[in-house]
Structure formats: C-alpha cells, structure tokens
C-alpha cells in the first residue's frame, strides 16, 4: 500500500539546522511531484517548498526562500528538506506529500491537489 514516512524531525535552537526526510512506497515515485507542507494548531496546513516529478524545478514558500531547500532521490525513493537558520516560527508538524506528474507552482503549492498524506514530523525551534 502506499506510504509516506517522515524522519528527522526534533528540537533544535534558533539559527540551528534541521534535515527531514519522507521515504515513500507503494506508488511509481518518480512519476511524482513531492512537496512539504506545515501546519500549527493555530494555523492552516501551509505550503513550505516541492519540487516536480522530473526533479529539475523546485518552489519555496517566501517565509522560507534562502533558509530551506528540498530535493529528491529517485533510487532513494526519498525527498528531503534541509532547513538552515531556523526560527521560532518554523516550528510545526512538517507533511510530505506526493502529487502525480506534479509540475506546476500552482499545482504544487496547493494542499488539495496532492494525492497521497504522510504522518507528519514535528519540528520544534526554540527561542
């Protein structure tokens, strides 16, 4: 069945780093769009940053350009986001998510079109 594992996530202090990871089975990976989402108990689940089926384009939430980056490994079946220079208000419960044939920003950055959920993994910045 498919799955999408999240890893990595923990406590670290302001401006330390952060690397999660979302291992995925159970569907044609590389057909898939990959994307990170966040989400507080106050807030809706915010777009953070994805990257398209074929890996040659990626797409940051502004709140985050410069800090985090995502990518993918096809023989890994796995995508990461390296988060750098974290803030208090990076704190959250970070999903993955895969979109087929995932391209476009404005696919990409909508909660709605993907089609697959993982767990979820909290990250915690503290001050």
């Known amino acids: 069945q498919v799955q999408l594992v999240e890893s990595g996530g923990g406590l670290v202090q302001t401006g330390g780093s952060l690397r999660v990871s979302c291992a995925a089975s159970?569907?044609?990976?590389?057909?898939?769009?990959m994307g990170w989402f966040r989400q507080t108990p106050e807030k809706e689940r915010d777009f953070v940053a994805a990257?398209?089926?074929?890996?040659?384009?990626?797409y940051y939430a502004d709140s985050v350009k410069g800090r985090f980056t995502i990518s993918r490994d096809n023989a890994q079946e796995t995508i990461y986001l390296q988060m750098n220079n974290l803030k208090p208000e990076d704190t959250a419960i970070y999903y993955c998510?895969?979109?087929?044939?995932?391209?476009?920003?404005?696919?990409?950055?909508?909660?709605?079109?993907?089609?697959?959920w993982g767990q979820g993994a909290q990250v915690t910045v503290s001050s």
């Open positions: 159970g569907f044609t990976f590389k057909t898939y769009g």
């Open positions: 998510a895969a979109q087929h044939f995932g391209l476009h920003e404005v696919e990409l950055t909508t909660s709605g079109k993907y089609d697959y």
């Open positions: 990257i398209s089926w074929g890996g040659s384009t990626t």
